[in-house]
């Protein structure tokens, strides 16, 4: 069964390892941001190995898990401005 996205609701240990759509994430700790809007969160940090040119990036997301970068900021397809 292939998992997409999953709730965390603990933080995971240092170092936990999580594959999703083949792509191995590291947890690498957890940092605190602040949106446009000045609502401030804590985000996770997950170590990995970018799909296409296999350079590691960190990929930071929330405890929801519902998407997590699977390429470098070079390699990432680029946003057409409408």
């Known amino acids: ?3 997409r ?3 965390l609701v603990s933080e995971p240990p240092l ?4 594959e999703v759509d083949g792509q191995e994430y590291v947890f690498a700790g957890t940092f605190d941001y602040t ?4 609502e401030s969160r804590t985000l996770r ?3 990995t190995k970018c ?3 296999e350079a590691p ?3 930071p997301c929330d ?8 390429r470098c900021e070079r390699c990432r397809p680029k946003k057409h401005m409408v």
């Open 1 to 3: 069964m292939a998992v």
């Open 5 to 7: 996205h999953f709730l």
């Open 15 to 18: 170092g936990c390892v999580v």
């Open 35 to 38: 949106n446009r809007d000045g």
């Open 45 to 47: 940090n997950w170590s």
């Open 51 to 53: 799909r296409t040119c």
């Open 57 to 59: 990036f960190d990929a």
């Open 63 to 70: 405890q929801r898990m519902t998407y997590l970068n699977r």
